[in-house]
């Protein structure tokens, strides 16, 4: 069929008196008075609107509230739903709502009204304020949330006569956003139809080539459940009363993941389908599960119970997976009638306005929304808004991991965690406290992802240094690496200062921008930092600490740079190396007050480099050689030395090109692969290694001994933070 046909075809699509046959037949109560004047307040209001399909506009709110009386909604979700667009599409005003419906009906609206009056600077960032709005709306009121779903439900049912690249759009956000979304409210009806249609649009010819395959053995999977159906009531007949057994066929996409994301064929998939066995009682959960397993062959390690571990969407269901007599392995649900609403419509299942605010109901809805608070809270620290698509991403995966805790408590997070997202989603102390973890009583690296079962133990210590910089490029979850960042934020503001003028020096000279120093704090005033700095200090730190990501504001500094001092900055200028090669020049960089062209060379007793104080002794012979005035070689008092006069005042010159030599001493736990870590990360920082050993030391420490090439203090500041991010260093100190 043409997209012309299809747009035809829709002409009489969920109207009026369906959703007035839906809402009489729900069994639940709705106050027909108020929804009929929402209606008609909400035509006439459209009256004169069009979809792109040509269809009368107020099809669509009243298609969304259809939707929410399957969800089992109340009155004033279905009074949201149908008025949802005429604030942000009409010459209504909220205040307009207010009046005639009321706050609560009000506030809903508000939340799910665009920020379409604000300017942006790209769309992906008005997108991103969208969702931080509804999001903020939806912790108060879970309905928000459900409406909005809703409404994009049908926007997805009817987006054929929208142009290709707009569907695929609106396709992406769902996948990446509303779904993940839906996944964690528990409302898997509305998720799986809502993947399905967005993957039609994202990979039509993966969809269409699954969606035959399914067709073309539609009529003996029939079959099989069928007899599988029987076999399970006749030996279950007896013993678990009422009992009802269904088909069910693995979603498009859940398929599409298996297949065509983890290379497996269709016959690879034991759960393509299953059997769904829902009872009365817990009691009978159980009995139906040693029943199945009586009459089949229980594949090993493919049991999980969701009943005593539910997930964090509220779903509870045995499944296991098992063989019949044919050799056809296949799926069991196992669940009761109030699991089995749960598991289909989640937090709609059980919101608190069902029950009145408060009470045990609410107390419970509001633990599980804990979430969205929490996200809330991570976005305040948040470089700027589109932070909160990528932590919808992560954190809502549909794949989770659940471990144990020494004392059985258990932990979800998110597939691919590490033993530091735990530790932290224990406690910010705990994390912060953390110097290594025992999974399954075994010391594993702090880089290691978690496995679902697994006992994981974390281990602190009251006197550690904190988390190390390089841990945020290791934790999966926004929580983890909020609180490793507002860490570094409080504690480290000096180090941040460095680390972080050194990362935007060399950003600077990667895209050749030459700023003036003395213009530099006016010039930053005008890049849009979405981040509160008052001062080069204050910016500095944000970018050590990781409030402020380069990559995302170079391109506006660049822009600004061209238009403030009429200069084209390189779309991508190669840093150049530091030179590697020993001095040709022995001296330069150094100024030794009252003396020209005089012999320098550095002292290897202490190997200064720029950045540290320094001190001239001219020796017989040799010029004048250069210490550090913290070197046990330097006399406290120069006063009282044996020959004051031969120790003489020195200083870096403004700008070194050179580099030098310095000793670290790196002490940590003896283990395979230690001394390899510490090469590979300075090769990886492009450093110079002069010499480099290790050994053995007493209680499984060990200690290496490294001397490299540096630029400055500076620079080797940021070497050391990122070495000790290296696992199971406890100490670095230069000698």
Not at 262 to 269: A, N, R, S, V
Not at 537 to 554: T, V
Request: charged share 30%; net charge neutral; aromatic share 8%.
């Amino acid at each position: 069929m043409s997209m012309e046909n299809k747009c035809v075809d829709m002409t009489h699509y969920n109207d009026y008196d369906k959703l007035k046959e839906l809402m009489s037949k729900s069994g639940y109560k709705f106050d027909f008075e108020r929804i009929d004047k929402a209606y008609n307040f909400a035509l006439n209001a459209h009256k004169d609107q069009r979809r792109v399909s040509g269809l009368p506009y107020i099809l669509h709110p009243t298609s969304v509230a259809c939707i929410l009386v399957g969800l089992g909604m109340d009155t004033d979700s279905i009074i949201a739903a149908l008025l949802h667009d005429v604030v942000e599409d009409t010459e209504y005003t909220l205040e307009d709502v207010t009046k005639l419906f009321g706050a609560d009906i009000a506030l809903l609206i508000d939340g799910l009204t665009k920020l379409s009056k604000i300017k942006y600077s790209n769309r992906e960032e008005q997108q991103a304020e969208n969702l931080r709005k509804m999001l903020i709306a939806m912790s108060n009121d879970i309905r928000v949330i459900i409406i909005k779903l809703a409404d994009r439900l049908h926007n997805m049912r009817t987006i054929e006569c929208m142009q290709e690249q707009k569907r695929r759009d609106k396709a992406l956000e769902n996948m990446e956003v509303y779904a993940p979304i839906a996944h964690r409210l528990g409302i898997t009806a509305v998720k799986e139809e809502m993947e399905d249609l967005s993957l039609r649009y994202l990979d039509p010819v993966g969809y269409a080539e699954i969606e035959e395959e399914l067709n073309n053995t539609a009529h003996d999977r029939e079959e099989f459940i069928a007899s599988l159906k029987e076999e399970i009531l006749e030996r279950s007949k007896d013993t678990v009363p009422n009992m009802s057994i269904k088909g069910r066929v693995k979603s498009i996409h859940s398929i599409y993941r298996k297949t065509f994301m983890k290379g497996k064929t269709m016959d690879e998939i034991y759960d393509i389908f299953a059997v769904r066995v829902i009872v009365d009682s817990v009691i009978d959960c159980y009995n139906v599960l040693g029943i199945i397993h009586d009459i089949y062959k229980p594949i090993p390690n493919r049991f999980k119970d969701y009943i005593s571990t539910p997930k964090p969407n509220m779903y509870q269901s045995l499944h296991t997976t098992v063989i019949n007599h044919r050799g056809i392995p296949f799926e069991v649900q196992i669940r009761t009638w109030d699991m089995h609403h749960t598991a289909e419509y989640g937090i709609a299942a059980h919101w608190k306005y069902k029950a009145g605010v408060g009470g045990k109901n609410g107390d419970s809805l509001d633990e599980h929304l804990s979430w969205v608070r929490k996200m809330l809270d991570i976005q305040k620290e948040a470089v700027d808004a589109t932070d909160i698509v990528s932590t919808i991403k992560t954190d809502l995966n549909p794949n989770e991991v659940f471990v144990f805790t020494p004392k059985g408590d258990v932990i979800n997070l998110p597939a691919g965690s590490t033993v530091i997202d735990l530790a932290y989603t224990i406690h910010s102390a705990v994390g912060n406290s953390m110097i290594g973890a025992k999974v399954d009583r075994r010391i594993v690296p702090i880089d290691y992802q978690l496995k679902t079962g697994e006992i994981v133990e974390i281990l602190t210590q009251k006197d550690a240094q904190g988390p190390k910089r390089d841990w945020l490029k290791i934790v999966k979850t926004s929580e983890a690496r909020s609180k490793i960042r507002s860490w570094f934020k409080k504690e480290r503001r000096e180090e941040n200062i460095t680390e972080g003028q050194a990362e935007f020096e060399r950003e600077l000279r990667k895209y050749g921008i030459n700023i003036p120093e003395d213009e530099l704090e006016e010039f930053l005033s005008k890049v849009n930092l979405k981040i509160q700095v008052n001062n080069l200090q204050d910016f500095y730190a944000a970018i050590g600490y990781g409030g402020i990501h380069l990559w995302k504001i170079m391109p506006r500094i660049r822009e600004l740079y061209q238009k403030m001092y009429g200069k084209q900055a390189a779309e991508a200028v190669p840093v150049k190396p530091v030179e590697q090669n020993v001095r040709k020049k022995v001296g330069s960089g150094v100024i030794v007050e009252g003396m020209d062209d005089v012999l320098i060379k550095f002292s290897r007793c202490c190997n200064p480099v720029p950045g540290d104080e320094i001190i001239g002794f001219i020796t017989r012979g040799y010029g004048v050689s250069i210490h550090k005035c913290g070197c046990t070689n330097v006399p406290e008092d120069i006063s009282k030395a044996e020959e004051p006069k031969r120790w003489v005042n020195a200083h870096w010159q403004q700008s070194v090109k050179e580099v030098f030599q310095t000793s670290l001493e790196i002490i940590g736990m003896d283990r395979t692969g230690f001394l390899a870590d510490v090469s590979n990360q300075l090769s990886a920082l492009h450093i110079m290694i002069r010499s480099l050993n290790c050994r053995e030391l007493p209680d499984g420490m060990a200690i290496i001994n490294v001397t490299i090439d540096v630029v400055d203090t500076g620079h080797l500041k940021s070497i050391i933070a990122r070495l000790s991010g290296i696992s199971g260093i406890t100490s670095i100190s230069r000698k």
